[in-house]
């Protein structure tokens, strides 16, 4: 079962925007409208800012984005800030059921 | 407030188990599934597998359908995670992580991550 593909890294300055992507398939992300997106600072777990594709959970900044289209999910931080550096994730569910990460995209803000 | 709490970290010999727990508190254990992810040192999430706690079923990534098995003790609201056969490869920290809902696919709570090193 193949991991999603992300960019291994994207950098930004502070102010802004950058597009993270997450390319799946038709029995994941082109199936289903279950794309998450999670956050992970060095040594910490990770949490989640984008569910359902769309959707910010309660406390999640607005400069979080996210869309799908076909077997693409995107992730957009606007405003970029120095508390953004980390790593990021997409996750989608597969039938059966099952779940997949991507492989991760490392974000520096120069 | 909801919390997962995992067991500490273990070092192993290759050719052995280890047994995780996860500890969930601050809600209804059976109303949410629990998974298992992992994350080899430098490496990206992998997901591993999936406890139904309504009903027990479980459910595992290909990658682990033979090494890992995934219980659960509904009276101490706690899930464990045990991986079998180690190798150096499973060096790794172990989460735990909770599917919001079962009409849900995201994982809202993890836990704080359980560090498991294969040495000889």
């Known amino acids: 079962q193949s991991a999603l593909t992300q960019p291994a890294s994207v950098s930004g300055s502070p102010g802004q925007s950058i597009t993270i992507s997450c390319i799946g398939t038709?029995?994941?992300?082109?199936?289903?409208?279950?794309v998450s997106w999670y956050q992970q600072h060095p040594g910490k777990a990770p949490k989640v800012i984008i569910y359902?594709?769309?959707d910010r959970p309660s406390g999640i900044s607005n400069r979080f984005s996210g869309s799908k289209s076909g077997n693409t999910a995107s992730l957009t931080i606007s405003g970029l800030q120095a508390e953004d550096e980390a790593d990021y994730y997409c996750?989608?569910?597969?039938?059966?059921?099952?779940?997949?990460f991507g492989g991760g995209t490392r974000l520096t803000v120069l | 407030q909801v919390q997962l709490v995992q067991s500490g970290a273990e070092v192993k010999k290759p050719g052995a188990s280890v047994k995780v727990s996860c500890e969930a508190s601050?809600?209804?254990?059976?109303?949410?599934?629990l998974h298992w992810v992992r994350q080899a040192p430098g490496q990206g999430l992998e997901w591993m597998g999936w406890?139904?706690?309504?009903?027990?079923?479980?459910k595992y990534s290909q990658k682990f359908q033979h090494s890992v098995t995934i219980t659960m003790d509904t009276s101490a609201s706690t899930a464990y995670m045990e991986l079998s056969s180690l190798t150096s490869e499973d060096t790794a920290v172990y989460y735990c992580?909770?599917?919001?809902?079962?009409?849900?696919?995201?994982?809202?709570?993890w836990g704080q991550g359980t560090l498991v090193t294969v040495s000889s």
């Open positions: 992580a909770r599917q919001i809902s079962y009409t849900s696919s995201w994982f809202d709570f």
């Open positions: 601050g809600y209804t254990f059976t109303n949410c599934a």
């Open positions: 406890i139904n706690t309504g009903n027990g079923n479980t």
């Open positions: 038709s029995s994941d992300l082109g199936a289903y409208n279950y």
């Open positions: 359902d594709v769309t």
């Open positions: 996750m989608s569910y597969r039938s059966t059921p099952s779940w997949v």
